[in-house]
């Protein structure tokens, strides 16, 4: 298996600019989330799906933030419009409980 | 809030010393677990402990568990560079029905040829 793959690695925009991240969990897990990391907050945990379905999204910071997963295979993580303090490298992680396998993460630079 | 608390912040060591991380969290856990990364990488699941369990190991770390104390310890024997990384202690929260991972603001461990 290829582990949890995000795409884009790397992504630079300009403010006011629609982002979106993707991400592919590892087959056959139930479980997927997404994470932010900065260094003034370190890892955060911004919304939870299991089974496809939202279960808490209430680390999503704001309404500029959505995720969708229309299968068990993918994943999307928009921000509209963006903002330079969203910069910041978003991970996903996908689990079958307990453990959780990390993608590589898209670094997120918003100018 | 966050669960999990790591203590120290930063752990800087000669190589082949050992390096013990403290992990504090607040409410009761199912288990806890310890993973890594690497700088500009994701984490990676090192160990992961049970409520029931005290102490646990795997090649070269050891990690116990008092959940009087609702605190866990990460001891990495004879480091070497390739150790070189932050380390974060996780805790299950049951929380809507569903279960998530917190994690706490890691360790800086940095190994010293």
């Known amino acids: 298996d290829a582990g949890v793959i995000q795409s884009p690695r790397h992504e630079v925009t300009e403010m006011g600019q629609e982002v979106t991240l993707r991400c592919k969990p590892i087959s056959g897990h139930n479980s997927l989330f997404w994470y932010r990391q900065t260094m003034m907050r370190g890892l955060e945990l911004l919304i939870y799906f299991n089974n496809n379905v939202p279960i808490d999204d209430s680390g999503m910071p704001e309404d500029r933030f959505s995720a969708k997963m229309p299968n068990a295979s993918f994943s999307t993580l928009k921000i509209q419009p963006s903002e330079p303090r969203d910069s910041a490298v978003y991970f996903c992680?996908?689990?079958?409980?307990?453990?959780?396998?990390f993608g590589p993460g898209t670094r997120l630079t918003v100018l | 809030s966050q669960q999990g608390e790591e203590d120290p912040q930063a752990l800087s060591i000669q190589e082949g010393e050992n390096a013990t991380m403290n992990c504090s969290y607040k409410?009761?856990?199912?288990?806890l677990q310890w993973y890594r990364q690497n700088s500009g990488r994701g984490l990676v699941h090192l160990i992961l402990?049970?409520?029931?369990?005290r102490e646990k190991h795997s090649g070269r770390l050891r990690v116990t568990l008092d959940t009087s104390k609702k605190s866990s310890s990460l001891l990495i024997t004879a480091s070497r560079a390739a150790d070189t990384a932050s380390y974060f202690c996780?805790?299950?929260?049951?929380?809507?029905?569903?279960?998530?991972?917190?994690f706490g603001q890691g360790t800086r461990l940095t190994i010293n040829p």
């Open positions: 409410t009761s856990i199912n288990n």
């Open positions: 992680a996908s689990s079958f409980i307990p453990e959780q396998f």
């Open positions: 996780a805790t299950d929260a049951l929380i809507q029905g569903a279960q998530k991972l917190v």
């Open positions: 402990i049970r409520s029931n369990e």
